[in-house]
DNA sequence: CTGAATCCTTAAGGATACTG
DNA sequence: CAGTATCCTTAAGGATTCAG
């Protein structure tokens, strides 16, 4: 460790200056796997553990769940409370301020059925 | 160029079977500028120009800006005029398909607001 | 003014092996 | 089971230069 850090760009993630609500919004909920997850777990509405919450999303690395989990955790969209057994049980929940996000989340999914195949036949035809 | 060329993860997206619509949707709209940009042309609802298309979002290259553009055109969301003068001049307007969005963004931009500081708190309370 | 092209650095994310 | 740790590859994105 050095005294003088070096300042990263993520550092200034979801800092005070930015005020456009999208910046902060993209601050917090970025990456190929943030809003899939987040989703799950609102969906879900309960406990879930972090097995079942993986095999449900689907596809998401057992490292990248754990990133997303920690952020969302960080900022009290999701609880998280460890059973000290064997073998380890960890149980996962949306919490209140996290359910909030649900009418936008659904708003977003229902809109990206409503146009997936406008946006894919598009996409086809302006193909390169 | 080769004959046979690389598959790369890129070729991939909104392709057919993923199914799950959060994930199409990060296929479309996913990076640091994609939501900032696409409201900005839906706010403005009207033709715009580049350069104040750029200015507008605020911190956006050039590069990123076009790149955005290109996608979201290509899509359908988004409509280009070019004039061909000197020195050039190039209109961007957000589409019928694109102005469909608009309620999930501005449900989205609400919920940022709506609960910017408690995030900010509850992620220096947390912070490392 | 609107890009295209290039170079470069960092971030994102997958694969695998290992541990309590 | 639920992670950590490590290695590695690709993608994202900024800075700069150049051109019509």
Redesign the interface.
């Known amino acids: 460790m050095d005294t003088k850090e070096k300042i990263s760009y993520s550092d200034k993630k979801?800092e005070?200056e930015s005020r456009?609500?999208?910046?902060?919004?993209?601050n917090?909920v970025?990456g190929?796997w943030a809003?899939?997850t987040l989703?799950r777990l609102i969906i879900t509405d309960d406990i879930i553990r972090f097995g079942a919450l993986q095999r449900g999303i689907?596809g998401i690395t057992q490292k990248e769940l754990t990133k997303q989990l920690r952020t969302f955790?960080?900022?009290?969209?999701v609880s998280r409370q460890e059973y000290p057994e064997m073998p380890p049980r960890v149980e996962y929940r949306i919490t209140e301020?996290g359910k909030?996000?649900k009418?936008?989340?659904d708003?977003?999914?229902?809109?990206?059925?409503?146009?997936?195949d406008?946006?894919?036949a598009?996409?086809r035809n302006?193909?390169s």
Chains 1, 2 share one sequence.
């Open positions: 979801f005070d456009c609500p999208m910046t902060d919004f993209i917090i970025s190929k809003i899939p989703y689907g955790e960080s900022l009290g969209i301020l909030t996000l009418p936008t989340l708003s977003l999914a229902h809109w990206m059925t409503e146009h997936r406008e946006l894919l598009n996409s302006n193909a």
